[in-house]
């Protein structure tokens, strides 16, 4: 009876006069978005470099020394030799927002405190997440099997190799040829790597971190405390990793 009585007293005090949140969020929450938000830091620094480094290697308005992303990133598992222009990575920016969805329908079902749902769409997380990071190696393999090293790269482009690059329709037949490469830019390479595997790491710590819930959930920790927050703080920390895949797909694929 005290303990609803000083309950009480203390909702009845101003909002701003200590001893409570004054945007009504719990510590573990505020703790996660100061993680994002020095996490957020980060990714724009290196973000912001990629650009810098991007439009300062600019010969002329049509020949230039960075490499053309679309000719680069034309693979697709089982479909070697044809031109499909960032289709594969496509499918995995696809499978990450996909995998963003059912961790929103873990959440929503965390509210209900609905066990079975919880579980089941944590699942589906961790297996979006799996299968994004597989994505990803193997994007990586091929890509180091045709020069790329963090201290060099063979996938500058010529004016001729411009010039063919864009009589190529999406489904031809396409291969490097010497005269189309020339020795391009090392920062393109070096920071593919860095940004895409310190993007790659937090998918990972995010796939270790919803395994680790889902099997809290499965043998009913939630239940027992009587709320599902830590799952809305995991949602937290993996709708960042997906918003964060979407600025660094521009910048990698598109421009």
Known sequence: MADHQSEA????????????????????????????????????????????????????????????????????????????????????????????????LAVEAGHRKHKKDVVKFMIYTVIGGIAF?????????????????????????TAVGQE??????????????DEWRTHGPVPFAALFFIVTGFHGFHVFTGVVANIVITIMAARGVFERRGHYEMIEKTGLYWHFVDLVWVFVFTFFYLI
């Not at 990586?140 to 500058?156: R, Y």
Request: glycine share 8%; net charge neutral; hydrophobic share 50%.
């Open 133 to 157: 990071l597989s994505c990803q190696a193997w994007e990586w393999s091929v890509f180091i099997s045709e020069g790329a090293t963090l201290h060099g790269n063979t996938f500058g482009i």
């Open 164 to 177: 063919e690059f864009h009589k190529l329709k999406f489904g031809d037949h396409f291969e490097w040829k």
């Open 9 to 104: 007293i203390f909702e009845k005090q101003p909002v701003w006069a200590g001893g409570r949140s004054p945007f009504n969020v719990s510590y573990g929450k505020l703790m996660m978005w100061l993680l994002l938000l020095s996490d957020a830091f980060t990714f724009s620094s290196l973000l912001v470099q990629y650009g810098a480094q991007r439009f300062s290697n600019v010969e002329n308005p049509v020949v230039t020394r960075w490499p053309e992303p679309a000719a680069i990133f034309n693979h697709f598992p089982g479909l070697h030799g044809l031109h499909l222009p960032l289709l594969f990575v496509s499918l995995m920016t696809f499978i990450l927002i996909f995998s963003s969805v059912t961790m929103v």
